[in-house]
T-cell receptor, first 113, second 114 residues
Framework: GDSVTQMEGPVTLSEEAFLTINCTYT??????LFWYVQYPGEGLQLLLK?????DKGSNKGFEATYRKETTSFHLEKGSVQVSDSAVYFC????????????FGQGTELSVKP | EAGVTQFPSHSVIEKGQTVTLRCDPI?????LYWYRRVMGKEIKFLLH????????ESGMPNNRFLAERTGGTYSTLKVQPAELEDSGVYFC????????????FGNGTRLTVT
């Protein structure tokens, strides 16, 4: 079935380090892809999205490129800050699935000063 | 605008008891979703309302779970009787047009069944 797999966490980085969180997906159709972020004590927020192959989503210094050939949507940031500490969720949406987003298990990121 | 509001933020109950979670979506959002995250695993879809109608309830785990959205405004999710494996964080989300328009999530209700 359709699914999303993220790299295991927690990920601990020093401030200004480079971040990559891997995300791969399996889908029967042609999905839209999303990254959501959950800061401590808050709900999920959409971080970025891409709706077709080779699209690059970007926001707040984060980027992810929709790679159809490798079925991946890895999240990257060149220089993380303490304020980026959160749980990051990769997700896909298929139009033939009605209303549901399919999420990965989440990757906790902790950035130390 | 006010965001999606969930109540309570945290609930601790004993196995066999009943709990009701509430979600108030953003005003004017016809689409309302319930999701659940259990024990640090993936967030799983439970069901989707369009106004007061259940559009998709394929993710509801069993008949101990009952979701309602009378009048197409707020929604409740009742678990009766609760079991240990029901522990987790229950998220509600709403959107204006459907999942291809931005989903706005609430802060979640953390349910602990002891």
């Amino acid at each position: 079935g359709d699914s999303v797999t993220q790299m295991e966490g927690p990920v601990t980085l020093s401030e200004e380090a480079f971040l990559t969180i891997n995300c791969t997906y399996t889908a029967t159709g042609y999905p839209s892809l999303f990254w959501y972020v959950q800061y401590p004590g808050e709900g999920l927020q959409l971080l970025l999205k891409a709706t077709k192959a080779d699209d690059k989503g970007s926001n707040k210094g984060f980027e992810a490129t929709y790679r159809k050939e490798t079925t991946s949507f890895h999240l990257e940031k060149g220089s993380v800050q303490v304020s980026d500490s959160a749980v990051y969720f990769c997700a896909l949406y298929l139009y033939n699935q009605g209303g549901k987003l399919i999420f990965g298990q989440g990757t906790e990121l902790s950035v130390k000063p | 605008e006010a965001g999606v509001t969930q109540f309570p933020s945290h609930s601790v109950i004993e196995k066999g008891q009943t709990v009701t979670l509430r979600c108030d979506p953003i005003s004017g959002h016809d689409n309302l979703y319930w999701y659940r995250r259990v024990m640090g695993k993936e967030i799983k879809f439970l069901l989707h309302f369009v106004k007061e109608s259940k559009q998709d309830e394929s993710g509801m785990p069993n008949n101990r779970f009952l979701a309602e959205r009378t009048g197409g405004t707020y929604s409740t999710l009742k678990v009766q009787p609760a079991e240990l494996e029901d522990s987790g964080v229950y998220f509600c989300a709403s959107s204006y047009r459907g999942p291809d328009s931005p989903l706005h999530f609430g802060n979640g209700t953390r349910l602990t069944v002891t």
